[in-house]
C-alpha cells in the first residue's frame, strides 16, 4: 500500500518578491489537482533560523579543515 499525500510543500532557493511570486503562484494553481496555492511571509524567526544554520554548517566545515 503506498501512502497519500495531502499537500505538497515547494521551498524556494531564495525570498522572492510577492510581485515576482504571482506567475509562479498562477503556474502551479494550473496543475490538475492543486486546490488551493499560498505564499509563506518570510519572517525574523526563518531568517534566524538561516543564519544559526549557515553558521553551524561553516563551523562544520572549518573544524574538518583543521
Known amino acids: 500500500m503506498t501512502d497519500r499525500f495531502n499537500a505538497l510543500i515547494v521551498v524556494l532557493e531564495n525570498d522572492i518578491r510577492e510581485d515576482d511570486a504571482k506567475p509562479l503562484i498562477e503556474a502551479i494553481e494550473q496543475l490538475r489537482?492543486?486546490?488551493?496555492?499560498?505564499?509563506?511571509?518570510?519572517?525574523?524567526?526563518?531568517?534566524?533560523?538561516?543564519?544559526?544554520?549557515?553558521?553551524?554548517?561553516?563551523?562544520?566545515?572549518?573544524?574538518?579543515?583543521?
Open 33 to 66: 489537482g492543486v486546490l488551493k496555492v499560498t505564499g509563506n511571509v518570510a519572517d525574523l524567526s526563518s531568517q534566524i533560523a538561516e543564519t544559526r544554520a549557515r553558521r553551524e554548517l561553516e563551523q562544520k566545515i572549518w573544524d574538518a579543515l583543521k
